[in-house]
């Protein structure tokens, strides 16, 4: 029977060695993250910069609110596809904008999951700003980041649990390691993105499919399997490709390789794939049959991005249409067009930078080299499948919002491939640090942690002073959206430019600005507050003062125009119903109107 340590001199020997020896080595690791994290999210971390992380954020406080899955982000290609909706089936058209308004453009497990988190902190932290918005962060953005940091440490987890597992422990501790020290991840966490979570099911799934190839592998040639063990196996990879399909819909797109290499790899082939399809349509079912039944389209909104950034739905002009978008002869042309463009600029920009740090350049040149398992080299050429079908979906996928962050927003689909990228990097990095001479152990260990840092540069040098201030400047002022937006009740309507904004940091219902203030075909915004529902308050930020006036000589009262005669010649057009602007919003450019004065 063992003993535990009886005195000092065997307490160092037990810390020493064998297992004592391990878990200080694991406490240390797990202290230097916290240390990183705390200072990252103290001194780096900053605001929303995103509208896709503002409109997920204001949509998991409505369910943790109780208010359902709706959406104080009011799209008029939403209220348009409703009224459509209306119109098919017989019910009423009037008052849609009277009612909480559902939410067409978001799938529902990351805000679902958000509404999980703020359950479990008191109310009033994830409902309040803070009092200081130049030197901290609003609670809320601070547990979200908490949150996704969460999933970070997971990933890398399962990063090193399979690293270990399909090359050897080296590899998946470096992989790890370099997954951790990834500034890009870590700017995707505080940016308020599922990217974390839907690189965990990226995970998930090649692990998933490793053990399904395993099941056909392992039995002499010209024998069967089993049919529970991999059933249950295509299964759940389905499920998982639904979850993720369920948080963003461009993960559904990895159906495809994910089939192929069911087609291609397994003996039971004509069973698995079914079993696949099977399981990812029952999870993706239900809620595409809801977008359907209150919009008539099984995405919503969302189905309209690859038409977004055309040249005739130019930056946001698609989803901000209020009937029915015209249709262009040429619009197949103009998609093409599209890919094209944003291939070129992917190539040139994002695919050199597509694990945030030089490890991809390994990951390339590890394509040369040959793997002794079948199995391996499967996995290799699905990551290669993924990133190339990936490229295809973010450049037609691309908006406008990605010249706003352009590393690190919702746009952004090859980084998910990011783990298995660093998997097969650092197998080509100690494959070929196997046929160096170090001389000593030492030496060798020390190349190593060089790597390392060299990797994680971005992260390392971003922690140095100077601290970053959290503002997000100049649109975002969460203290001016507050403000103006608590003259407003919450069961009245606002409008503006930025109405993720203010759903996030106002909490009010608020309507994305129509094409023009005043048009002829009705695409403005007084046919909305004079005929569908009253709008008692207009916010405009710098985000309008600083757009381009493109419409200019159209005969269209566009909104850069009339921000400027309100602010410089203080001038209205005749018959607008706000008439009474807040003088307090009116530094560094925001303008705020209201039918009375409220303050």
Same mark, same amino acid.
């Given at each position: 029977?063992?003993?535990?340590?009886?005195?000092?001199?065997?307490?160092?020997?037990?810390?020493?060695?064998?297992?004592?020896?391990?878990?200080?080595?694991?406490?240390?690791?797990?202290?230097?993250?916290?240390?990183?994290?705390?200072?990252?999210?103290?001194?780096?971390?900053?605001?929303?910069?995103?509208?896709?992380?503002?409109?997920? *954020?204001?949509?998991?406080?409505?369910?943790?609110?109780?208010?359902?899955?709706?959406?104080?982000?009011?799209?008029?290609?939403?209220? #348009?596809?409703?009224?459509?909706?209306?119109?098919?089936?017989?019910?009423?058209?009037?008052?849609?904008?009277?009612? @909480?308004?559902?939410?067409? #453009?978001?799938?529902?497990?990351?805000?679902?999951?958000?509404?999980?988190?703020?359950?479990?902190?008191?109310?009033?932290? !994830?409902?309040?700003?803070?009092?200081?918005?130049?030197?901290?962060?609003?609670?809320?953005?601070?547990?979200?980041?908490? &949150?996704?940091?969460?999933?970070?440490?997971?990933?890398?987890?399962?990063?090193?649990?399979?690293?270990?597992?399909?090359?050897?422990?080296?590899?998946?501790?470096?992989?790890?390691?370099?997954?951790?020290?990834?500034?890009?991840?870590?700017?995707?966490?505080?940016?308020?993105?599922?990217?974390?979570?839907?690189?965990?099911?990226?995970?998930?799934?090649?692990?998933?499919?490793?053990?399904?190839?395993?099941? *056909?592998?392992?039995?002499?040639?010209?024998?069967?399997?089993?049919?529970?063990?991999?059933?249950?196996?295509?299964?759940?990879?389905?499920?998982?490709?639904?979850?993720?399909?369920?948080?963003?819909?461009?993960?559904?797109?990895?159906?495809?390789?994910?089939?192929?290499?069911?087609?291609?790899?397994?003996?039971?082939?004509?069973?698995?794939?079914?079993?696949?399809? =099977?399981?990812?349509?029952?999870?993706?079912?239900?809620?595409?049959?809801?977008? #359907?039944?209150?919009?008539?389209?099984?995405?919503?909104?969302?189905?309209?991005?690859?038409?977004?950034?055309?040249?005739?739905?130019?930056?946001?002009?698609?989803?901000?249409?209020?009937?029915?978008?015209?249709?262009?002869?040429?619009?197949?042309?103009?998609?093409?067009?599209?890919?094209?463009?944003?291939?070129?600029?992917?190539?040139?920009?994002?695919?050199?930078?597509?694990?945030?740090?030089?490890?991809?350049?390994?990951?390339?040149? *590890?394509?040369?080299?040959? +793997?002794?398992?079948?199995?391996?080299?499967?996995?290799?050429?699905?990551?290669?499948?993924?990133?190339?079908?990936?490229?295809?979906?973010?450049?037609?996928?691309?908006?406008?919002?990605?010249?706003?962050?352009?590393?690190?927003?919702?746009?952004?689909?090859?980084?998910?491939?990011?783990?298995?990228?660093? =998997?097969?990097?650092?197998?080509?990095?100690?494959?070929?640090?196997?046929?160096?001479?170090?001389?000593?152990?030492?030496?060798?260990?020390?190349?190593?942690?060089?790597?390392?840092?060299?990797?994680?540069?971005?992260?390392?040098?971003?922690?140095?002073?100077?601290?970053?201030?959290?503002?997000?400047?100049?649109?975002?002022?969460?203290?001016?959206?507050?403000?103006?937006?608590?003259?407003?009740?919450?069961?009245?309507?606002?409008?503006?430019?930025?109405?993720?904004?203010?759903?996030?940091?106002?909490?009010?219902?608020?309507?994305?600005?129509?094409?023009?203030?005043?048009?002829?075909?009705?695409?403005?915004?007084?046919?909305?507050?004079?005929?569908?529902?009253?709008?008692?308050?207009?916010?405009?930020?710098? +985000?309008?003062?600083?757009?381009?006036?493109?419409?200019?000589?159209?005969?269209?009262?566009?909104? *850069?125009?009339?921000?400027?005669?309100?602010?410089?010649?203080?001038?209205? @057009?005749?018959?607008?119903?706000?008439?009474?602007?807040?003088?307090?919003?009116?530094?560094?450019? #925001?303008? &705020?109107?209201?039918?009375?004065?409220? !303050?």
């Amino acid at each position: 029977m063992s003993q535990g340590p009886r005195g000092a001199q065997d307490l160092v020997h037990a810390l020493d060695m064998g297992a004592g020896r391990r878990w200080v080595r694991r406490w240390l690791v797990i202290m230097a993250v916290l240390a990183v994290a705390t200072i990252y999210l103290f001194r780096e971390a900053r605001n929303f910069s995103n509208p896709e992380a503002m409109d997920l *954020g204001q949509l998991g406080r409505n369910l943790a609110a109780g208010r359902g899955y709706t959406t104080r982000l009011v799209r008029p290609l939403s209220f #348009h596809l409703l009224q459509e909706r209306a119109k098919e089936t017989g019910q009423p058209q009037a008052g849609i904008l009277q009612k @909480p308004h559902p939410d067409l #453009h978001n799938p529902p497990v990351y805000p679902t999951m958000l509404a999980g988190v703020f359950k479990v902190v008191p109310e009033r932290l !994830w409902t309040s700003l803070t009092l200081e918005p130049f030197r901290q962060r609003p609670w809320p953005e601070s547990f979200i980041t908490l &949150f996704n940091l969460g999933w970070l440490a997971c990933g890398a987890w399962l990063v090193w649990r399979l690293g270990s597992r399909w090359f050897d422990w080296e590899v998946g501790l470096m992989a790890s390691a370099v997954y951790g020290g990834t500034e890009l991840l870590w700017r995707m966490s505080s940016n308020g993105l599922p990217a974390p979570f839907l690189m965990v099911l990226v995970l998930t799934l090649a692990d998933v499919l490793v053990r399904l190839d395993q099941t *056909g592998g392992e039995l002499a040639p010209g024998l069967l399997p089993p049919v529970a063990r991999p059933l249950r196996l295509a299964a759940l990879a389905g499920v998982v490709i639904g979850v993720g399909f369920l948080t963003r819909y461009a993960f559904g797109w990895l159906l495809i390789p994910a089939v192929a290499w069911m087609l291609v790899t397994h003996v039971r082939r004509w069973l698995v794939v079914p079993a696949c399809l =099977l399981a990812f349509a029952l999870v993706a079912a239900p809620w595409m049959a809801r977008n #359907h039944h209150l919009s008539g389209r099984l995405l919503g909104t969302a189905g309209s991005t690859v038409l977004a950034g055309t040249e005739s739905f130019p930056e946001s002009w698609l989803e901000r249409h209020l009937r029915k978008p015209p249709e262009s002869p040429n619009l197949l042309t103009e998609v093409r067009v599209k890919l094209a463009v944003n291939a070129a600029d992917l190539l040139r920009n994002a695919v050199p930078k597509l694990t945030g740090n030089w490890a991809f350049f390994l990951f390339v040149a *590890g394509l040369l080299l040959p +793997f002794r398992t079948d199995r391996l080299r499967r996995l290799r050429w699905f990551t290669v499948a993924s990133i190339a079908l990936m490229f295809v979906v973010e450049a037609l996928t691309r908006t406008h919002w990605s010249t706003l962050v352009p590393e690190a927003n919702e746009s952004c689909q090859m980084v998910l491939m990011t783990p298995l990228v660093l =998997l097969f990097a650092m197998s080509f990095f100690f494959s070929v640090l196997g046929s160096t001479e170090f001389g000593h152990p030492l030496l060798r260990g020390m190349f190593v942690g060089g790597a390392w840092v060299v990797f994680s540069l971005p992260l390392l040098t971003s922690l140095l002073p100077p601290r970053n201030f959290p503002m997000v400047l100049p649109v975002y002022r969460p203290d001016i959206v507050q403000e103006v937006s608590g003259y407003v009740r919450q069961d009245e309507l606002m409008a503006s430019d930025v109405p993720w904004a203010v759903a996030w940091y106002g909490d009010r219902e608020c309507l994305w600005l129509p094409h023009a203030v005043r048009s002829q075909d009705g695409e403005d915004f007084l046919s909305v507050t004079d005929f569908e529902r009253r709008v008692v308050a207009l916010y405009l930020s710098p +985000f309008t003062s600083e757009e381009p006036l493109r419409r200019v000589g159209t005969g269209e009262f566009v909104w *850069g125009r009339f921000y400027l005669d309100a602010v410089v010649n203080r001038n209205l @057009p005749k018959g607008f119903p706000l008439l009474d602007a807040y003088q307090g919003s009116a530094e560094k450019g #925001h303008l &705020f109107l209201a039918d009375r004065r409220r !303050w």
